[in-house]
């Protein structure tokens, strides 16, 4: 078994689906996503991740996990790092 596949096998559904919407939106590869930290910085630290792309990962992370992100949800803090957008995906899946 290799280790990429290990170390999904550990991580929470939620935290899986959103690595793999960031690596089909940002076109990132899979080692590249998987090796995030809960410190990784996302916007403004993948050149990826601009503006225009926020607007297509926000859709698809509704869509992928079935929650409903408000205007007033997205703010500088919520994709400052993978383990605040990680934080706010499990929470809105939760039903908080």
Partial sequence: MSSLTESAQKRSET???????????????????????EDTGLFGHLPELDSMAVAGLLTEMEDRLSIVIEDEDVDGELLETY????????????GA
């Fill in 15 to 37: 935290d899986n689906i959103l690595r793999q919407i960031l690596s089909d939106v940002l076109g990132l590869g899979e080692k590249q996503v998987d090796q995030f930290a």
């Fill in 83 to 94: 383990g605040a957008l990680l934080s706010f995906a499990e929470h809105k899946r939760q």
